[in-house]
């Protein structure tokens, strides 16, 4: 990677935006984002890479961390807070964490992204350990608390990967498995929660959902796991019960009511009916 003009820091392909109309500034952002997928379909071979390696030690009781920092922290945050509402699974299964801790979710945190050795103290806090598979999300592939982290789980035996959005990255040097997503220059030039954050999002859904499919999370098409915590969660798992057992609301009701797990009642009771 050029460090002195990477791509993620490239000037827009548009000028003058503040004199768009707009429906040209929607137009374009649109136009930019249609790009974005095409480049997740170019990566998918290192993706499946990451998700067969997670998944094998996941197996074997181990967990997936993800670090970053500002957008990239948000997201890998974001995508394990949901494993668990989702799939049922335990909240240490799947962890993410942002450099500058919780509160950076919200704010910035001055300098939090730049301390080399903080994130492998923030892993060492779990017992981080070989069995487990470490992801680091930066778009830059620069951020000196990801590119930290990595280097320090590496060097203690821990499988790493990243999802960048520039080539040849330091991030890239220090994982296993390097996901190189280059989405070219951001609408606004250098706004890397546009195009690169967009990329990053669709490849977190891509790596935790194929994960939780290949341990066993879902049922034919169904989350069936999934933790009935509101209304709609519940009417959710009532029509699945009604679709699978063939049963009517009243009685799918009752059997979620008394059995609390979609999984439970069709383990019980799908293959009588």
Same mark, same amino acid.
């Given at each position: 990677?050029?460090?002195?003009?990477?791509?993620?820091?490239?000037?827009?392909?548009?000028? +003058?935006?503040?004199?768009?109309?707009?429906?040209?500034?929607?137009?374009? =952002? $649109?136009?930019? #984002?249609?790009?974005?997928?095409?480049?997740? $379909?170019?990566?998918?071979? *290192?993706?499946?890479? &990451?998700?067969?390696?997670?998944?094998?030690?996941?197996?074997?009781?181990?967990? %997936? &961390?993800?670090?970053?920092?500002?957008?990239?922290?948000? %997201?890998?945050?974001?995508?394990?807070?949901?494993?668990?509402?989702?799939?049922?699974?335990?909240? @240490?299964?799947?962890?993410?964490?942002?450099?500058?801790?919780?509160? *950076? %979710?919200?704010?910035?945190?001055? @300098?939090?992204?730049?301390? /080399?050795?903080?994130?492998?103290?923030?892993?060492?806090?779990?017992?981080?350990?070989?069995?487990?598979?470490?992801?680091? =999300?930066? *778009?830059?592939?620069?951020?000196?608390?990801?590119?930290?982290?990595?280097?320090?789980?590496?060097? @203690?035996?821990?499988?790493?990967?990243?999802?960048?959005?520039?080539? +040849?990255?330091?991030?890239?040097?220090?994982? #296993?498995?390097?996901?190189?997503?280059? !989405?070219?220059?951001? &609408?606004?030039?250098?706004?890397?929660?546009?195009?690169?954050?967009?990329?990053?999002?669709?490849?977190? @859904?891509? =790596?935790?959902?194929?994960?939780?499919?290949?341990?066993?999370?879902?049922?034919? $098409?169904?989350?069936? #796991?999934?933790?009935?915590?509101?209304?709609? /969660?519940?009417?959710?798992? !009532?029509?699945? /019960?009604?679709?699978? %057992?063939?049963?009517?609301?009243?009685? *799918?009701?009752?059997?979620?009511?008394?059995?609390?797990?979609?999984?439970?009642?069709?383990?019980?009771?799908?293959?009588?009916?």
């Amino acid at each position: 990677m050029n460090m002195d003009n990477p791509t993620t820091e490239r000037s827009s392909n548009y000028d +003058d935006l503040e004199k768009m109309s707009t429906e040209e500034l929607l137009s374009a =952002i $649109n136009q930019e #984002d249609k790009t974005v997928p095409h480049v997740l $379909n170019k990566a998918i071979p *290192a993706i499946q890479q &990451f998700v067969e390696s997670a998944v094998d030690r996941m197996k074997n009781g181990g967990r %997936l &961390f993800y670090i970053g920092a500002g957008t990239s922290g948000r %997201l890998g945050v974001l995508d394990a807070s949901e494993c668990p509402p989702t799939y049922g699974v335990s909240e @240490n299964w799947v962890i993410g964490l942002i450099a500058g801790g919780d509160v *950076a %979710l919200r704010k910035a945190v001055e @300098n939090a992204e730049d301390d /080399l050795d903080q994130a492998w103290m923030d892993l060492r806090t779990y017992k981080i350990n070989k069995q487990d598979t470490l992801l680091g =999300i930066a *778009a830059s592939g620069t951020t000196p608390y990801v590119v930290g982290g990595l280097k320090k789980a590496r060097e @203690n035996e821990i499988v790493t990967g990243c999802v960048v959005c520039n080539e +040849d990255s330091p991030m890239s040097k220090v994982s #296993d498995f390097p996901i190189e997503l280059v !989405v070219g220059p951001e &609408f606004v030039t250098g706004s890397t929660r546009m195009k690169a954050g967009t990329a990053q999002k669709l490849a977190l @859904n891509m =790596i935790s959902t194929s994960i939780m499919i290949k341990l066993g999370r879902v049922k034919g $098409n169904k989350m069936v #796991d999934m933790q009935l915590s509101n209304e709609k /969660l519940t009417k959710r798992g !009532v029509k699945m /019960l009604m679709d699978e %057992l063939g049963v009517d609301e009243q009685k *799918a009701e009752e059997l979620l009511a008394k059995y609390k797990n979609v999984r439970e009642i069709l383990d019980r009771f799908g293959k009588d009916e």
